[in-house]
């Protein structure tokens, strides 16, 4: 599973989550249209109307949303559709519970704090008119088709305090919003930084090759692998008289010459093998997949390639030779077995005069 599909699955199930917030608002509005119900102020038919609707409502978004078709909708949490769908219910739940008006009011309220925490200021304005407007319906219909039991000026009021409510909460939601913005900017700073300090702590920051630590990672998984019969070499370089380099020419230069020889060296290797400093101007190169024979070609090409290759921070002329030693892994030996060879053998090269590569298996040098 990629990344990206993870991230899918983690906010569908984030979504879920927020619908069974949702479904627990939802149970609460219906045991109170039960409390009405009972105490006689609703019709028992338009209470198993509400009732009915609303387990509707919320069995189609749990479906929607299990079954991954939300994610067709430029907003995947459905927010606005639960809300207009849920303004449309408790509409019906006040237009049949007159007497209990008061109560279905703050089933809008209810329904609209969700929205605080989802929507943005033209999302939620919008909301807020579409209830003060579902209200005012409401009231109106109401006045029409039973002007006898309904106390017109009680029905403005209600609807401006409504209206008023909803703009404050409206504020409130800018408010939040604009948390939820500072958060984001920051998990987003949190996560650069994080991705930059694992960049430092595996690239070295001078050449841009492994640093150790690494390379003792990747030396571990090679060494698994070679226990199942996938051979592997390690490669331990040394840059000839590079303390020479710096007292003669300045630590920038040798720093340049750093940082040219990792770049000869990695575009001598493969996309599996790896290059890493090991330390001061030592460097170990791991060739994965490869027998000690195809390890020494390597090796010797990379050598050729340094001695060749022109330094401009160094004069015209001045060469710049390494000397390496080469190791194969042998399956179950500790890689600090193996690193112990390749330090004996890149000290081999050195005792044979340096710019050359020694094999600590064969004992034999590649000069020129």
Not at 55 to 76: H, K, M, Q, T, Y
Not at 90 to 103: F, L
Not at 148 to 172: C, K, N, P, Q, Y
Request: with cysteine; aromatic share 8%.
């Amino acid at each position: 599973m990629t990344s990206e599909s993870t991230e899918q699955t983690r906010r569908q199930q984030v979504r879920l989550e927020r619908l069974a917030i949702a479904v627990a608002a939802c149970a609460v509005t219906v045991a109170i249209t039960v409390g009405v119900a009972l105490l006689g102020y609703l019709r028992h038919t338009a209470a198993m109307i509400y009732i009915g609707l609303v387990g509707g409502l919320c069995s189609l978004f749990f479906v929607v949303i299990r079954s991954g078709l939300n994610r067709r909708f430029s907003d995947p949490s459905l927010t606005i559709p639960q809300m207009v769908a849920a303004g449309l219910v408790v509409s019906y739940g006040a237009y049949e519970g007159a007497a209990t008006r008061p109560a279905f009011m703050a089933m809008y309220l209810m329904a609209y704090m969700f929205g605080v925490f989802a929507l943005g200021v033209r999302g939620l304005i919008s909301m807020a008119i579409f209830y003060v407007a579902c209200y005012g319906g409401v009231a109106a219909l109401s006045w029409i088709m039973h002007p006898d039991i309904t106390d017109g000026r009680r029905e403005i009021f209600r609807v401006m305090g409504l209206a008023l409510v909803l703009g404050w909460m409206t504020l409130l939601g800018r408010y939040v919003g604009h948390l939820r913005h500072n958060l984001r900017r920051a998990n987003d700073d949190l996560k650069r930084a994080l991705a930059r300090a694992e960049d430092l702590a595996n690239h070295d920051g001078l050449t841009g090759c492994y640093t150790r630590r690494r390379l003792m990672e990747l030396l571990w998984v090679e060494a698994k692998r070679a226990e199942r019969g996938s051979p592997l070499c390690v490669c331990l370089i040394d840059l000839d008289h590079f303390k020479g380099i710096n007292d003669e020419h300045g630590h920038l230069s040798g720093d340049e010459v750093l940082t040219q020889f990792a770049a000869t060296a990695q575009a001598q290797l493969r996309a599996t093998d790896f290059l890493g400093r090991y330390g001061g101007e030592e460097f170990l190169i791991g060739l994965s997949q490869t027998r000690l024979a195809d390890a020494l070609v390597v090796g010797e090409r990379i050598r050729r390639a340094v001695e060749r290759r022109p330094f401009a921070s160094l004069p015209a002329g001045k060469r710049v030779t390494v000397s390496m030693g080469i190791v194969e892994h042998r399956p179950h030996d500790p890689i600090d077995r193996t690193l112990s060879r390749v330090d004996a053998a890149l000290y081999e090269a050195k005792h044979r005069g340096r710019n050359c590569v020694v094999s600590a298996a064969t004992d034999s040098p590649s000069d020129l």
